[in-house]
T-cell receptor, first 111, second 113 residues
Framework: ETGVTQSPTHLIKTRGQQVTLRCSSQSGHNTVSWYQQALGQGPQFIFQ???????GRGNFPPRFSGLQFPNYSSELNVNALELDDSALYLC??????????FGEGSRLTVL | GENVEQHPSTLSVQEGDSAVIKCTYSDSASNYFPWYKQELGKRPQLIIDIRSNVGEKKDQRIAVTLNKTAKHFSLHITETQPEDSAVYFC????????????FGTGTRLKVLA
């Protein structure tokens, strides 16, 4: 059974650019959530996808968007990057137990 | 709004001593409270969780207690070991979304050998 994998692990962008982060959920998990973790802070909920539909969103602007594919993998897209978007972006998959299985994260630096 | 407060932010204990981390949540409708451990550069991993119909849960050296009336819950680690050193996050489920969790700001635990 493979765990949650994310790519890329690290990336550097400049203000105004766009970024796409990718996540493969744990085998059999149909729900994917994305969290933003700023340095020294707890993860903050961005949104969640269940069977290719967004079914929950946190307090993030519309320039944060996502997709889930039929194989339950997911993408997080961020447009018009700002300096404050620099963070670790965590993807987590889940089934029915409530437990979130996190990936190792994608560390984004915006210059 | 939904909020989880966690303290202390840092905690140092001698190996073998106990460690206690406390969290308070704001929404009385929250009904699931997981605790995650995050080692440096690693992913958060669930170590224990508790649901609102239970007051206490124990798993070897780790226990969690929940006081629904006061809206607070605590993590207790006994007989601490150096490998317990990590950042610990509490979280509370948000009634507004399945698997939407509100996380605390974390406690950096250092176990001194």
């Amino acid at each position: 059974e493979t765990g949650v994998t994310q790519s890329p692990t690290h990336l550097i962008k400049t203000r105004g650019q766009q970024v796409t982060l990718r996540c493969s959920s744990q085998s059999g998990h149909n729900t994917v959530s994305w969290y933003q973790q700023a340095l020294g802070q707890g993860p903050q909920f961005i949104f969640q996808y269940y069977r290719e539909e967004e079914n929950g969103r946190g307090n993030f602007p519309p320039r944060f968007s996502g997709l889930q594919f039929p194989n339950y993998s997911s993408e997080l897209n961020v447009n018009a990057l700002e300096l404050d978007d620099s963070a670790l972006y965590l993807c987590a998959s889940s089934l029915n137990t409530g437990e979130l299985f996190f990936g190792e994260g994608s560390r984004l630096t915006v210059l | 709004g939904e909020n989880v407060e966690q303290h202390p932010s840092t905690l140092s204990v001698q190996e073998g001593d106990s460690a206690v981390i406390k969290c308070t949540y704001s929404d009385s409708a929250s009904n699931y409270f997981p605790w995650y451990k995050q080692e440096l550069g690693k992913r958060p991993q669930l170590i224990i969780d508790i649901r609102s119909n239970v007051g206490e849960k124990k798993d070897q050296r780790i226990a969690v207690t929940l006081n629904k009336t006061a809206k607070h819950f605590s993590l207790h680690i006994t007989e601490t070991q150096p490998e317990d050193s990590a950042v610990y996050f509490c979280a509370a489920s948000s009634p507004s979304g399945t698997y939407k969790y509100i996380f605390g700001t974390g406690t950096r635990l250092k176990v001194l050998a």
